[in-house]
């Protein structure tokens, strides 16, 4: 709550509706729909346009403004000195007079066309954020993070600066050259068409040269991501480096990286350049023709010096937008594709979410069911869960074991439906998962991941993530269990040390503790370990298993390892082998079945002499 | 049920309303920086990195001081024209004059602008370049007891921000050589053309010099402001993408979405006020430039009627006041690109300043492929800091094609021990001799490929299996990639990747197992061909059929070479020719598996445990048996 600032409600207005407004226009084509979005600040987006086109006309005046003060200045001989100066004046408080409003109302124009920027950034960003965390596994799955995160940032401000850097600029422009235009032609169509010559040139080379630079930013940002990640493996893996004496070797991978960015930012420094001089001598060629046109017909008598004055103050005040057309004609190039990605992924159907009214899961015994259940991966062809059925009461430990890839792992995911069963279904205390709320299933089934994700923040904040609200001895309860309160009192600032990316960095076995006692925090019906102890050794284990039998031992504990000892001592114990159930039983029974099992036990127990290191050199 | 009991979950009781540990992505603050926006020191330092380009930069000032010149020319010619001849029956030729003249003055302004721009360009990219490079390369010699205590991502800051803001400084200062020439010239044209309408005119800059001093703190901080939350609320959006898996199992939907919202919100707010300050000038310049047209045409239209000015020169003077207050603006601008970049110069300056503080003797020898192969640890006293040595007084030899196994408690010392074989760190006494040579007499380089190394953790970059398997070792064939991959066991599962042995390797090899990325490493340390192996064993756990191709992979390495290994595992330890106990930093048993049960010490109470590992053994266990150990 420290960010927070009170007042100005109404521009938060509900941040729920805002999310729910993503689906303005949809179905619309890209530039449209983000149109019609910004235009729900009708009261902002009308003061921005509006101003525009006062700010536009005021610009236009001064050149004439301009122009006529000059006349008058020439003709003060001839008109006597009374009149005349008294014209003059009128005509500088006019000209102060109209910069002065020129100056308020592109204020008007850039704050309020901005400002409905900021304020579309603001609401799509909480729709974004809102359908990254509502999106399931799957899509996820299939979906890379850096893509995601481009989205987030550059396709949403392509989306969000359009307002600005399209419309409003594209109401400026023409006005600007189309008032423009026409005044100068009806004042003298010959020297108007020469004023104006430079216009198409350098709308089509700066239009040219924006989108070329487009194109090469892409590849230049690829570029230079690739320099940056040859630095950041290097001083990562800066033992592997010395190890291998690999100093120079990287010194030449970085030169490779580092001078093909280079070039490109030199190529893209080439096309700016030959673009902004080329405009510039476009631009210089008109005036010096209308200078040489004009003047003559000055002397021809056919012009006034003012009016030639205001044709060449004219050009000077249209060649900066004009220049600035190319970032208009990008403005919508970009905005088109930014779009386009932006919103097919606000329109994403969400795979998994609540069924209309669904009503919340009530655990009363805590019984698991998988009833038949199959499941496929979306685009797979062959099922990865292949007719599981098992039954786990409260209390009991069920353990899964089998070969990677055998479908260990999916089954997990599929209790607290991180993905829906192809077929057959899960159930807790005889009621559907798929027919209870997200929120209440996620509540009671808590999942160990193996490579659970740290949260740059305290150790006690990453603990408490799931239940922010918990009091601290639960907390620290929670990290006994998991056997990591003491490592966690041995650090610099106990439970308040920052932890991941940007504090102090966990081994994976810690990792592996720290999102047990995450899920303790939760106190689950029922709690899945997902080879979440690979990175811990035995002992520890045992004895985080000793201590969560004391905590509560009322519930349904399912673990999933490849090592044996993991899981030896639970009540059943089910081998899995491509999707099917192939074994179930206690450990003692299986070993003494002699099946996969008790081969598996062997491999891992039986004394490895033919393995040691001697016997090959001997 | 009773699962869920005591404390009741309460997140549904107070909806919207942001928990106690309300935490949603994170963000280094960088601080603002107000310092100084000259430091001699500093500016020396980047001078130097300039030095080699400064031909190009004088070219560059050369043709800033042309394209200025032509700016301040331009209207000057205009409003000769204008007042030569330019009247109903006048001379054409005078005109002719003029056109030509401005022909001239677009011309050179053509060319100059050109080579200003592709100049001044070229150059900030090059020294930006070579800076960054510089800092790499030094990174590269310093030693690892600096890096073990920098962040990586406090570097790349450095590598990255700092270097860009050094870009921005070197790309506007020759800008600011132009800007600070037209002020004077358009201060000075005026003032000739007409000392007291010059005067006049010129009266409304300082006005807006004062506004800008009054207005650039606070506009600086609003902008800082927005930048700020624009970052922090990135990094959050980062954080909900990356973690979202987490944030879903553990149902943190609704908070997170409420902080997010705190804020995406907050930063609406710093930039609307960001906005507002920048905008906040336009009225400003716009009002004062009309007061100067307004002045111009009053008193200007005055002076013509007393006969004291031509109708060319108001022209030019209406010219002038069009482009009047830009090189103010900019250059007060300059002001704040040059705190920044003192602040990021003086923090390259630090980077390149780290001491390496390991380097090749001037007569360093070089270590040769027909060197004996052996190791040997001389009376050796280690530690990080002076007083708290993690190795005391350790002396051990490993004989040609010996294997050892290091075994020990976790802090025994044995990983400090296998990087001194290295030399990634100084010993405080005694001597590491490798070959027959003390480390320090050897090069860095040819010590570096006659002890290969394998670390626990497998480190892979990012490129092809190939590439990998190869790295640094340029003579290596495709062949013998392929016979190394064959020899540990990885043959098979690369042939089934997709692009078999070109198969890009995604995010350092998260794309393939642990046990996979391990037999990769083994991989590399077999084609890099040394004479001495170090290796740590991996303790994670690995799915067995995996962990017994390790095995075999292991021994494949071993085949003559000299083998020094941390080991952890029963199989490998129990092999081993020789195994070297160590606890708390001292040697305190060495023999072969048998001797080491006979002696009944330290070994033999872990061995007989009977866990299959060495690192299964609860810590307090081992803590138990110490004192007694150490007695024998």
């Not at chain 2, 067995?544 to 992979?553: H, L, M, N």
């Amino acid at each position: 709550m420290t960010t927070e600032k009170v007042g100005r409600a109404y521009l938060r207005g509900d941040s729920r509706a805002h999310v729910a407004d993503a689906h303005v226009g949809k179905g619309q084509k890209p530039l449209l729909r983000i149109t019609l979005y910004s235009l729900r600040h009708p009261w902002q987006a009308s003061i921005a346009i509006g101003a525009t086109i006062i700010a536009s006309v005021l610009q236009l005046m001064i050149p004439r403004l301009l122009g006529h003060a000059v006349d008058q200045a020439q003709g003060i001989l001839s008109t006597g000195a009374e009149g005349a100066q008294q014209a003059l004046l009128w005509s500088a408080m006019i000209l102060l007079g109209v910069s002065v409003a020129r100056g308020f109302f592109t204020l008007a124009q850039n704050y309020y066309s901005e400002a409905v920027g900021h304020q579309v950034g603001y609401e799509l960003r909480l729709a974004f954020y809102d359908k990254v965390q509502r999106l399931s596994y799957s899509y996820h799955d299939k979906v890379h993070t850096g893509d995601l995160i481009t989205m987030g940032l550059l396709d949403l401000d392509g989306v969000r600066m359009f307002f600005s850097t399209g419309l409003v600029r594209t109401v400026l422009l023409t006005v600007l050259i189309g008032v423009g235009a026409f005044m100068l032609l009806s004042t003298d169509w010959l020297l108007g068409l020469l004023a104006l010559s430079f216009v198409p040139f350098v709308a089509w080379r700066s239009s040219v040269a924006q989108l070329t630079l487009r194109a090469t930013w892409v590849t230049l940002q690829d570029k230079l991501s690739a320099m940056t990640r040859v630095m950041e493996e290097n001083l990562g893996g800066i033992r592997v480096v010395r190890a291998f004496s690999a100093q120079k070797f990287e010194l030449a991978k970085f030169d490779r990286a580092s001078k093909e960015a280079l070039e490109l930012s030199h190529d893209r420094v080439n096309i700016r350049v030959r673009n902004t001089s080329a405009m510039t001598f476009s631009f210089f060629t008109a005036m010096g023709l209308v200078l040489w046109f004009g003047g003559n017909k000055v002397i021809a008598g056919d012009m006034s010096v003012g009016t030639l004055a205001s044709f060449l103050t004219f050009m000077t005040i249209l060649q900066m937008p004009v220049r600035q057309l190319g970032l208009m004609v990008n403005s919508f190039a970009r905005a088109s594709t930014c779009g386009d990605r932006l919103f097919a992924f606000l329109d994403e159907p969400l795979a998994i979410e609540d069924a209309p009214g669904v009503p919340d899961l009530k655990v009363t015994k805590g019984t698991l069911k998988f009833e038949d259940v199959h499941f496929t991966y979306p685009g797979a062809n062959h099922p990865t869960l292949d007719g599981v059925s098992f039954e786990a009461k409260a209390g009991q430990t069920v353990g899964i074991v089998g070969a990677p890839g055998s479908g260990k792992s999916t089954l997990a995911h599929l209790i607290p439906r991180f993905y829906d069963v192809s077929g057959g279904k899960i159930t807790i205390d005889g009621q559907d998962v798929s027919q209870v709320s997200l929120q209440s299933l996620r509540r009671s089934v808590a999942v160990v991941q193996q490579d659970s994700f740290l949260f740059t923040t305290t150790i006690e904040n990453n603990i408490a993530y799931g239940d922010p609200w918990s009091k601290e001895t639960k907390i620290e309860k929670a990290a006994e269990s998991a056997q990591l309160h003491n490592y966690i009192m041995g650090l610099p600032a106990d439970y308040d040390t920052v932890v991941g990316e940007r504090g102090v960095s966990l081994s994976g076995g810690q990792r592996q503790r720290l999102s047990i006692a995450r899920s303790l925090v939760l106190k689950p019906a029922i709690m899945v370990f997902d080879d979440s102890t690979a990175a811990i050794d035995a002992g520890t284990e045992h004895r985080i298993r000793s201590a969560m039998r004391r905590y509560a031992s009322n519930r349904v504990t399912l673990i999933i390892s490849h090592r044996l000892s993991s899981l030896m001592h639970a009540d059943t114990i089910l081998f899995l082998d491509d999707g099917k159930i192939v074994e179930r039983g206690s450990h003692e029974e299986l070993l003494a079945k002699g099946g996969r099992y008790s081969a598996l036990y062997d491999l891992q127990t039986r004394p490895t002499e033919d393995l040691e290191i001697g016997s090959a050199a001997q | 049920m009773s699962a869920i009991e005591e404390d009741e979950r309460d997140v549904a009781s107070f909806p919207g309303q942001r928990p106690p540990r309300a935490s949603v992505g994170s963000h280094r603050i960088e601080e603002e920086v107000f310092g100084k926006a000259y430091d001699p020191k500093t500016v020396r330092r980047i001078w130097a990195f300039v030095r080699p380009y400064r031909t190009k930069i004088y070219l560059s000032v050369i043709s800033v001081l042309v394209f200025t010149a032509t700016q301040l020319a331009i209207p000057l010619i205009i409003g000769r024209a204008i007042d030569t001849g330019m009247v109903k029956g006048g001379d054409a030729t005078h005109l002719l004059w003029a056109v030509g003249a401005f022909a001239v003055a677009v011309l050179v302004n053509f060319g100059a602008s050109y080579v200003q721009e592709t100049q001044v360009g070229a150059v900030a990219e090059n020294v930006l370049f070579d800076m960054r490079r510089a800092m790499f390369a030094q990174l590269q010699r310093v030693s690892l007891s600096f890096m073990d205590k920098t962040e990586v991502g406090r570097l790349m800051s450095r590598l990255q921000g700092d270097v860009n803001s050094m870009q921005e400084f070197l790309e506007t200062s020759v800008l600011s050589v132009g800007d600070i020439v037209l002020l004077v010239g358009i201060v000075v044209v005026l003032l000739t053309l007409d000392f007291r309408l010059g005067l006049l005119t010129l009266s409304t800059m300082p006005v807006l010099f004062i506004v800008r001093i009054f207005w650039l703190p606070p506009a600086k901080r609003a902008f800082w402001a927005a930048h700020e939350t624009n970052s922090i609320t990135a990094g959050a959006m980062a954080e909900g993408i990356n973690g979202v898996r987490t944030v879903q199992n553990l149902d943190r939907q609704k908070v997170n979405f409420d902080l997010y919202d705190d804020k995406a919100y907050n930063n609406l707010l710093t930039q609307l006020t960001g906005s507002r300050f920048a905008q906040v000038m336009v009225p400003i310049v716009d009002s004062l430039t009309g007061a100067a047209m307004a002045i111009v045409v009053v008193v200007g239209g005055s002076l013509v009627l007393n006969g004291g000015l031509e109708i060319g020169v108001i022209v030019t003077f209406l010219f002038y006041i069009q482009r009047f207050f830009d090189p103010i603006r900019s250059l007060t601008m300059q002001y704040s690109i040059m705190q920044r970049a003192m602040t990021s110069g003086r923090r390259i300056t630090e980077v390149l300043d780290i001491p390496a503080s390991i380097n090749d003797k001037p007569d360093a020898v070089v270590l040769t492929r027909d060197m004996d192969g052996s190791v040997e640890f001389k009376d050796v006293v280690f530690g990080y800091s002076a007083d708290r040595p993690v190795l005391k007084h350790v002396s051990f030899k490993v004989k040609p094609g010996e294997t050892v196994a290091l075994v020990g408690p976790t802090g025994s010392g044995k990983t400090s021990a296998m990087s001194l074989v290295h030399r990634f760190y100084e010993v405080q006494s005694g001597a590491v001799l490798v070959g027959g040579h003390d480390v320090r007499d050897i090069t860095q380089e040819s010590l570096g490929e006659q002890v290969a190394m394998v670390l626990q953790e497998p480190f892979l970059f990012t490129g092809s299996v190939f590439d990998n398997i190869r790295y640094n070792k340029a003579s290596a064939t495709l062949d013998d990639v392929i016979a190394a991959a064959k020899a540990v066991g990885a043959h098979e599962f690369i042939s089934r990747l997709p692009g078999g042995y070109d198969s890009v390797l995604e995010q350092r090899g998260s794309n393939l197992s642990l046990g996979q990325r391990q037999l990769l490493s083994f991989a590399r340390a077999l084609v890099a061909d040394a004479k001495i192996l170090v290796l740590d064993e991996a303790t994670a756990n690995i799915d067995s059929y995996t962990e017994r191709q390790i095995q075999k992979a292991l021994l494949i390495l071993l085949e003559g070479r000299t083998g020094m290994v941390i080991a952890h595992r029963l199989a490998t330890i129990r092999g081993a020719d020789r195994i070297i106990v160590l606890q708390n930093g001292e040697l305190i048993e060495t023999g072969n598996h048998d001797e080491l049960m006979d002696l009944n010490g330290l070994y033999a109470k872990l061995y007989n445990m009977n866990y299959s590992s060495f690192d299964d053994i609860p810590d307090e266990m081992i803590a138990g048996s110490g004192p007694k150990a150490a007695s024998t």
